[in-house]
């Protein structure tokens, strides 16, 4: 058990407008799981609708909606699936108002690899890293 082509079952959706934001996060998962991305708030609602994902890493600072209002709308839907915020700017008040939203967990950039995946671990504990 724990071979990779397991693992290729999990899917992370990461909502993050910053290509290389995306490509670090991107380079860190894909060997453990598939990832998608969006990057916007619209965008990930509409990709969120169309594909199965079993969590999302969601960047509060985006463009058309931002990381908060998205969270609020998939969580009308669906109070289950584990949404994990992240945040260059993590101030007390963008915590406490992603808790209060139903995220999670945060994580604060630049992305501490060992804390991410620690933090999707305890969602995903099928992922071997």
């Known amino acids: 058990m724990g071979t990779n082509e397991e693992n290729k ?12 934001n995306f490509l670090l996060l ?13 990057k916007t708030g619209v965008e990930l609602l509409k990709v969120y609708n169309e594909q199965h994902a079993d969590l999302i890493l969601l960047d509060i600072k985006m463009p058309e909606m931002n990381g908060l209002e ?6 009308k839907k669906d109070k289950e699936i584990p949404i994990i915020m992240q945040s260059a700017y993590a101030f007390e008040n963008d915590m406490e108002a992603a808790r209060a939203a139903g995220s999670n967990g945060f ?4 992305i501490n690899i060992v804390e991410l995946k620690k933090t999707i671990s305890t ?7």
């Open 9 to 20: 079952n999990v899917t992370i959706l990461i909502a993050e407008d910053e290509e290389s």
């Open 26 to 38: 991107k380079t860190i998962l894909k060997k453990h799981c598939n990832v998608i991305q969006a």
């Open 70 to 75: 998205a969270l609020k709308e998939i969580r």
């Open 107 to 110: 994580i604060t950039k630049p």
């Open 123 to 129: 969602y995903l504990p099928q992922i071997v890293w």
